[in-house]
């Protein structure tokens, strides 16, 4: 079972890294002449700080889209960690995403796992956590602002996590920044 896991983890892993080093190439000469003066639009990124969501805890994360649009389909992976003493949780969020609106407000759509490992004692003075390692299911329903210029951005969501015992209803907030 940990094997089956640990497989798929790494499957999507090699997946994002290909998505770095993969480029198309044209062989046929470009007949159509480009305008100097219009600059090539790049693949929006962001690096944000999140409280809650598919980490549940603080996690720092990035996200980018597969295309050169501000919308459509894209990644985000981070870490996170959360210590009170007592308790304490690492998590690794990795989601798909799919980005839906205009002018820089969009509705987020998003599904994936989060590697989680938590230590913790049901004597704790914020949260009670119980000891677990492994995966579970993530989601995401949210809105997010992100400029298509680049700049700061906020998301704020819906995410409902599956694990062993049932679902959880969760959400997460966050502000980065968009580059």
Same mark, same amino acid.
């Given at each position: ?44 990124? &962001?690096? *944000? !700080?999140?409280?809650? #969501? ?5 996690? $720092?994360?990035? @996200?980018?889209?597969? %295309? ?44 994936? &796992?989060? *590697? !989680?490992?938590?230590? #913790? ?5 914020? $949260?009670?956590? @119980?000891?677990?390692? %492994? ?45």
């Amino acid at each position: 079972m940990k094997k089956a896991h640990l497989l798929k983890i790494f499957t999507l892993f090699l997946l994002i890294l290909t998505h770095f080093h993969l480029k198309a190439q044209n062989l046929e000469e470009d007949t159509v002449k480009k305008d100097s003066a219009v600059s090539e639009s790049k693949r929006p990124r &962001t690096a *944000f !700080l999140e409280l809650g #969501g598919p980490g549940l805890a603080l996690t $720092f994360n990035y @996200d980018s889209r597969f %295309g050169h649009r501000v919308d459509k389909w894209g990644y985000r992976v981070g870490t996170g960690y959360y210590n009170t003493g007592s308790n304490s949780v690492f998590s690794v969020p990795l989601q798909i995403n799919y980005l839906l609106g205009a002018n820089d407000n969009f509705l987020e759509l998003g599904i994936g &796992t989060t *590697f !989680l490992y938590s230590k #913790g004692s049901t004597n704790g003075t914020v $949260f009670q956590f @119980d000891n677990v390692t %492994g995966f579970i299911g993530t989601a995401t329903i949210g809105y997010r602002y992100q400029q298509e210029s680049g700049g700061i951005n906020f998301r704020i969501g819906f995410v409902p996590i599956l694990y062993d015992e049932g679902l959880i209803p969760a959400g997460g907030i966050s502000i980065g920044y968009t580059f």
